[in-house]
């Protein structure tokens, strides 16, 4: 069908393929996103496990994901230990490549971390009382997942 105004001439067809065409592009490269909207699939965290302080392994945390475990978001719960046996619990979430959790001690403390697919073993935390390094228990890695 041909759409006809002085000076113009539009071709419906070419209109709607063209729009279909434009639709269907959008939807492709949407698709080849990852989790985290960058193109690149987010990195997926194996967290329930046994982390050791990697300056005192004798302060440990001990995680274990609320859901699925091994996926590219979730949340988690566990307790703190420290080198006294005085223990806190915590919560937190990971997703798009970073990891977030409360310790609940007389006053909260909040840490923040990134993780990459790279090193899942090891998470840089920053937080109001300073850095904190974890490194995944290598004694209690579940069956399948890297080594430290």
């Given at each position: 069908?041909?759409?006809r105004?002085?000076?113009?001439?539009?071709?419906?067809m070419?209109?709607?393929?063209c729009?279909?065409?434009?639709?269907?592009?959008?939807?492709?490269?949407?698709?080849?996103?990852?989790?985290?909207?960058?193109?690149?699939?987010?990195?997926?965290?194996?967290?329930?496990?046994?982390w050791a302080?990697?300056?005192d392994?004798?302060?440990?945390?001990?995680?274990?994901?609320?859901?699925?475990?091994?996926?590219?978001?979730?949340?988690?719960?566990?307790?703190?230990?420290l080198?006294?046996f005085?223990?806190?619990?915590?919560?937190?979430?990971?997703?798009?490549?970073?990891?977030?959790?409360?310790?609940?001690?007389?006053?909260?403390?909040?840490?923040?971390?990134?993780?990459?697919?790279?090193?899942?073993?090891?998470?840089?935390?920053?937080?109001?009382?300073?850095?904190?390094?974890?490194?995944?228990?290598?004694?209690?890695?579940?069956?399948?997942?890297?080594?430290?």
């Open positions: 069908m041909t759409l105004q002085p000076g113009n001439e539009v071709t419906i070419t209109i709607r393929t729009g279909a065409a434009i639709l269907a592009g959008a939807l492709a490269f949407a698709g080849c996103q990852g989790e985290d909207g960058a193109g690149e699939p987010a990195p997926l965290l194996t967290i329930t496990n046994s302080d990697e300056t392994s004798a302060h440990t945390f001990d995680l274990v994901a609320d859901d699925e475990d091994g996926r590219a978001a979730g949340t988690f719960t566990g307790v703190e230990t080198p006294d005085t223990q806190f619990s915590l919560a937190g979430s990971w997703a798009d490549g970073a990891v977030r959790f409360t310790v609940f001690r007389l006053v909260e403390v909040v840490y923040e971390a990134e993780y990459a697919a790279d090193n899942p073993t090891r998470l840089v935390f920053s937080s109001a009382e300073g850095d904190l390094v974890l490194v995944r228990d290598a004694g209690r890695i579940r069956a399948g997942d890297p080594a430290p």
